[in-house]
């Protein structure tokens, strides 16, 4: 059983900033993979980025050149520092626990971009 609580977002102008945050606790085994996913209404949740214990990154094709991923295995805490925001980055983001077929969630947290 993982815990997962994201913060960090909130509304923001078209081309402004946002950095998410989501600490894990509970029963955390190191060699986890991290990630943010999003998901719009009416639409997919759908894998934004994710990070493996050793830093090796995926990115979506849509955010690519604008967020950042990042984690600090001590503080099981992993990041995803967004930049140049468009209005289609708008949704709710998952942060995301997975070691293998276990996979938990966060609650999610809201980012509105307006322009």
């Known amino acids: 059983q993982v815990q997962l609580v994201e913060s960090g977002g909130g509304l923001v102008q078209a081309g402004g900033s946002l950095r998410l945050s989501c600490v894990a606790s509970?029963?955390?085994?190191?060699?986890?993979?991290l990630g943010w996913y999003r998901q719009a209404p009416g639409k997919e949740r759908e894998l934004v980025a994710d990070?493996?214990?050793?830093?090796?990154?995926r990115y979506a094709d849509s955010v690519k050149g604008r967020f950042t991923i990042s984690r600090d295995n001590a503080k099981n805490m992993v990041y995803l520092q967004m930049n140049s925001l468009k209005p289609e980055d708008t949704a709710v983001y998952y942060c995301?626990?997975?070691?293998?077929?276990?996979?938990?969630w966060g609650q999610g947290t809201q980012v509105t971009v307006s322009s």
């Open positions: 990070i493996t214990k050793g830093g090796n990154t």
């Open positions: 509970g029963s955390i085994v190191s060699d986890n993979r």
């Open positions: 995301n626990y997975r070691w293998y077929t276990l996979n938990y």
